[in-house]
């Protein structure tokens, strides 16, 4: 029996690495003689750069950058030939303030401009940004900021029209409005209901100099409302195209030939729900298995008709009920019961 294991990161927990190892050896308890595959992954946020690095190989970049907060931070990049893969969050993470640093109205992406400029300084011509787990909703201004500075750029960024730029991102929302960047992901990242509308405020005021400078706007379309509004940034600037970041990893991974060779594949999540059909990665997994069975786990599991209408033949939360969430959320005790879960899932198959 071959069973294919490919399970998003558990935010705070596990990493996909961690999680996959987990399931793993759960399988390998309960059938000795199963093949088991593991498969890391990733949909643009955290764990992107290695489950890219997994897939394709390549050189990890250093890079000295500047965090949200303007302090010096060491980051890394993904390098292989003139293909550049970069992680936002290496450079303007939410995971690299304290809960009390946390403030979107001085945060800046300038790291992540950084970075682009130090993949473009070595040859970079193709660059993949993985947009998610940012602490920042500046619309991308510091990230072009840093990008002029480096790479001395004038106001169209002619100096980048020969790098194509492909932004990575499941988040739908436009950079305005109610279902923008700020009134939906600023309140995460420690902005107070009246910095909810200054932050929308700027950003509109961004996006109405930006289109009369350009003669387009790009501030409604899909994507654009990522990481705080850098993904409206790469859209209107560097006329990027954007793509869920799970189908640009599992195309590079050749996954849907790899799945037509398993009898069961495994996937999952922190927290399982309706949103999870809205493009997450486990749908991803799901819409390229290839009619291969297909087990969702998480932490926590509501909606799991939606799910099993989806097409999931199993749902399944890790944790006994009633386990309480600070000690759901330790390392051990969430691989113990991915690896328990798996165990259980495999004897089933």
């Not at 890394?76 to 992680?87: D, F, M, P, S, T």
């Not at 436009?174 to 990242?189: I, M, R």
């Not at 409302?225 to 195309?251: H, R, S, T, V, W």
Request: aromatic share 6%; charged share 25%; proline share 4%.
């Amino acid at each position: 029996m071959k069973i294919v294991v490919a399970i998003d990161s558990f935010k705070g927990c596990l990493t996909s690495q961690e999680a996959n190892q987990a399931a793993a050896e759960g399988i390998r308890s309960s059938c000795p003689d199963a093949e088991v595959v593991q498969v890391p992954v990733s949909d643009g946020g955290e764990g992107f750069l290695e489950a890219f690095h997994a897939a394709i190989g390549g050189e990890r970049i250093k890079v000295f950058v500047n965090d949200p907060l303007m302090r010096p931070v060491t980051a890394w990049y993904l390098l292989r030939g003139k293909l550049a893969v970069i992680e936002v969050a290496q450079a303007c993470g939410l995971t690299l303030l304290t809960e009390e640093e946390r403030n979107p109205m001085v945060a800046t992406s300038y790291g992540t401009g950084q970075l682009v400029a130090d993949a473009v300084g070595r040859g970079a011509e193709r660059i993949i940004v993985g947009l998610g787990g940012s602490a920042t909703s500046d619309a991308g201004i510091g990230m072009l900021q840093a990008l002029k500075e480096a790479l001395r750029c004038g106001e169209d960024f002619e100096a980048l029209k020969h790098v194509r730029f492909t932004i990575a991102s499941d988040v739908k929302n436009p950079l305005c409005g109610e279902h923008g960047a700020a009134h939906v992901f600023a309140p995460q990242k420690g902005a107070t209901s009246e910095m909810v509308q200054l932050l929308d405020e700027r950003a509109r005021a961004f996006a109405e100099a930006s289109a009369e400078h350009f003669g387009y706007d790009r501030s409604g379309a899909a994507g654009a409302g990522a990481a705080g509004g850098m993904g409206y940034a790469f859209l209107q600037y560097l006329d990027a195209d954007c793509k869920p970041g799970i189908e640009l990893l599992l195309d590079v991974l050749k996954f849907s030939a790899l799945a037509k060779e398993a009898d069961l594949i495994i996937t999952g999540e922190g927290a399982a729900d309706r949103q999870t059909l809205m493009g997450k990665l486990p749908m991803g997994i799901l819409r390229q298995a290839c009619g291969v069975p297909v087990c969702l786990i998480a932490g926590r599991v509501c909606d799991r008709d939606e799910l099993l209408k989806a097409g999931f033949a199993h749902v399944q939360c890790i944790n006994p009920p009633g386990l309480p969430l600070k000690e759901a959320m330790r390392r051990e005790v969430a691989m113990r019961n991915i690896s328990d879960t798996c165990a259980a899932l495999s004897r089933k198959k």
